[in-house]
């Protein structure tokens, strides 16, 4: 719990995020680089929910953590991915998380002249019982796996070049300033309902 305190509190995010987050600081990630549950501005007024940004001498990684049971399919640029449970019996559908996390790197690019030109790296990870059957992707600066596959992820980036940060402090402001944002009952009310609008009429399963 002290572990976890250093970077956030037991009521923010998911248990799935929260053990992330102590896994990397007990990989030495330092943790005032360690962001959890931020809420950033759109220029439509709008929030996008990121769940973990850590920053790293290469740049950013906006992290997804998605917590699912059961066979996992899909690829880049399939808008949905299948999960399959009880043996085949049961199939859903959810939408693409290298696309949803997309959509949180741009929001995250929105917010100044310099975020705009970091590198930002789009990482998802699965916590829970699942296997990724079928799961494919090309682009160099985006990573697919489990959380258990975070120390991988992290030495993987250290391969790629330096980011030129021009102001360093500026990026932990706004990183802060979206993390503060979390505890806004507000904002965090107002982005819940827009999920929640948009996913109406989105198809969840079939069978």
């Known amino acids: 719990?002290?572990?976890?305190?250093?970077?956030s509190s037991p009521d923010r995010g998911t248990r799935a995020e929260r053990r992330l987050v102590i896994k990397m600081l007990k990989k030495g990630v330092h943790p005032k680089a360690i962001f959890h549950d931020l809420y950033l501005r759109k220029k439509n007024g709008e929030f996008s929910q990121i769940d973990i940004v850590v920053a790293t001498p290469q740049g950013l990684l906006a992290i997804e953590v998605k917590d699912y049971g059961g066979w996992l399919f899909g690829n880049e640029k399939q808008r949905y991915w299948t999960q399959i449970l009880?043996?085949?019996k049961?199939?859903?559908r959810f939408y693409n998380p290298i696309m949803q996390n997309a959509g949180h790197i741009k929001a995250l690019r929105e917010q100044s002249e310099q975020l705009?030109?970091?590198p930002i790296f789009n990482v998802v990870l699965f916590a829970g019982d699942c296997t990724l059957k079928d799961?494919?992707?090309r682009a160099d600066?985006?990573?697919?796996?489990?959380?258990c596959n975070i120390e991988y992820v992290l030495n993987r980036i250290r391969e790629f070049q330096s980011a030129e940060y021009t102001d360093k402090r500026e990026v932990a402001r706004l990183l802060r300033k979206a993390v503060s944002?979390?505890?806004?009952?507000?904002?965090?009310?107002?982005?819940?309902?827009?999920v929640q609008r948009k996913s109406i009429g989105q198809p969840r399963?079939?069978?």
């Open 141 to 147: 600066n985006t990573f697919v796996g489990y959380s």
């Open 181 to 194: 944002n979390g505890n806004n009952p507000e904002i965090v009310s107002s982005h819940f309902a827009s």
């Open 116 to 118: 705009a030109n970091l």
């Open 86 to 88: 009880n043996y085949g």
């Open 135 to 137: 799961v494919s992707y």
């Open 1 to 7: 719990m002290k572990l976890l305190c250093s970077v």
């Open 205 to 207: 399963s079939w069978n």
């Open 90 to 92: 049961e199939k859903y």
